[in-house]
């Protein structure tokens, strides 16, 4: 890919993006590849077409750190809509099932949210992007498959119901729509805790808007629209860029080590543990400059990526 001269060369580090609605996350890497004349782009935490909101973009060395970032901490703002199942469990599908939900009381939306906060198991949708023998579900599912996906262990750590709506579908059916804050895990989708909702009630239940408004320590106060960033490369302009060292910074726990230690994790060496515990830890030298990512192994702590 080639690169306008005219333009600062692409830096190391991430770009907080504002993701559109009607956009795969494969679309903003791509619009991304153009603005900052690099093929070294990647995304943390993939959002569906449906989904808008942030979406962490790695530039050159820092899309080393996406893996990392992605296992993390994620708030979404939704709208779930109870009365009606779709194939893809959100409004871009479907709908395969409606039910009436006028006995529905506030108190039973209520009570039903309980059990999907915490620790649980939960089946992805069949539309989602998990490999089954190499091919994804979605694809399955769109090739006329039925796709089972096992269970697998997530945490919510909130699931707030701020609104409840009383509202009317096509045929006259009454649905009941929530506007919501939820909290969670890595590999949580809210489109399955919508299905869950409605299932657990009996009447059935998509997701009708979603937005991610945080990724780990990253938020919509750090993002920027697409427009916005178009308008900064047009004029020659360095994008707005969160250095390595900055996004390691807030990301990960900090380990600053003195010269000779920051020779030995350079040439990929162990270091003395600091015992801040599990996950990525990160190395800072005495100039302050980002090194490594770092695990603890007892005593020692292991190099897992190395910037320098």
Not at 58 to 84: D, F, P, S
Not at 127 to 134: L, Q
Not at 213 to 218: A, F, L, N, R, S
Request: charged share 20%.
């Amino acid at each position: 890919m080639t690169r306008d001269a005219a333009r600062p060369a692409p830096p190391d580090g991430l770009v907080i993006v504002d993701k559109p609605a009607g956009w795969t996350s494969h679309d903003v890497v791509g619009r991304m590849r153009r603005l900052a004349g690099t093929r070294r782009v990647g995304h943390a935490g993939t959002l569906d077409p449906m989904a808008t909101g942030v979406l962490v973009l790695g530039i050159e060395k820092a899309t080393r750190l996406l893996g990392h970032l992605a296992l993390t901490r994620k708030v979404y703002e939704a709208t779930i809509r109870l009365g009606q199942t779709t194939v893809t469990d959100d409004a871009e599908g479907e709908v395969t099932a409606a039910a009436q939900t006028g006995h529905l009381a506030d108190a039973d939306v209520l009570a039903a949210v309980s059990p999907l906060t915490g620790e649980i198991m939960q089946v992805p949708s069949s539309v989602s992007a998990i490999k089954v023998n190499g091919v994804r579900s979605y694809a399955r599912v769109r090739s006329g498959d039925e796709v089972k996906l096992a269970a697998r262990p997530v945490t919510v750590y909130e699931f707030t119901v701020h609104q409840i709506r009383r509202a009317e579908a096509a045929a006259g059916l009454g649905v009941v729509d929530l506007d919501v804050t939820v909290a969670c895990s890595s590999g949580t989708y809210i489109r399955a805790l919508a299905r869950d909702l409605g299932a657990s009630l009996g009447v059935g239940g998509h997701l009708t808007a979603l937005r991610r408004t945080q990724v780990g320590p990253y938020g919509l106060a750090q993002a920027h629209t697409l427009d916005e960033l178009a308008a900064v490369a047009a004029q020659a302009e360095a994008l707005p860029v969160l250095s390595l060292a900055a996004a390691a910074a807030v990301a990960f726990p900090r380990y600053d080590v003195d010269g000779e230690q920051a020779k030995t994790i350079a040439h990929g060496g162990f270091l003395p543990s600091p015992g801040l515990g599990e996950g990525p830890i990160a190395v800072f030298g005495p100039d302050g400059a980002f090194l490594a990512l770092v695990e603890e192994r007892g005593e020692r702590a292991k190099p897992i990526a190395v910037f320098v």
